[in-house]
């Protein structure tokens, strides 16, 4: 069994954010907060309520950039689940993991068991 994550889930679209967070609970982890909108996972983020996050490229029209960006400054990971390519999402999203819409659920959990592991040994290094 993995280390339970709180996931923040950032998706625009209601039934594919359910989705997600129904697997990351299945997976073992926590969906600490569901929004969608870049506000709304500021504040999650500043309020320390995640551990990472998993983050739909495009929100009603802008980039999850700033999301990103606030995410990275504060140590936390990110995967993001898109429609788009890599060529149209930006150079943003770094070394994060992108998984393609419709994604692939075994995919999916796979790469929060990582995330989840390189988190706690990560914590167990400080």
């Known amino acids: 069994m993995m280390p339970k994550l709180r996931l923040l889930i950032v998706?625009?679209?209601?039934?594919?954010?359910?989705?997600?967070?129904?697997?990351?609970?299945?997976?073992?982890?926590?969906a600490s907060?569901?929004?969608n909108s870049i506000d709304?996972?500021?504040?999650v983020i500043d309020r320390n309520g995640c551990d990472a996050a998993i983050l739909d490229a495009n929100l009603r029209g802008s980039s999850a950039a700033p999301i990103a960006k606030r995410l990275r400054a504060s140590g936390l990971p990110f995967i993001v689940v898109t429609g788009y390519s890599p060529d149209q999402i930006g150079d943003w999203v770094g070394d994060a993991t992108v998984l393609t819409k419709p994604f692939d659920v075994i995919e999916l959990i796979a790469v929060i068991s990582r995330l989840a592991k390189d988190q706690m040994s990560h914590c167990a290094v400080q």
């Open 11 to 30: 998706d625009d679209e209601p039934i594919i954010a359910l989705e997600i967070a129904s697997i990351v609970q299945d997976a073992g982890c926590h």
């Open 33 to 35: 907060a569901v929004v």
């Open 40 to 43: 709304a996972a500021l504040a």
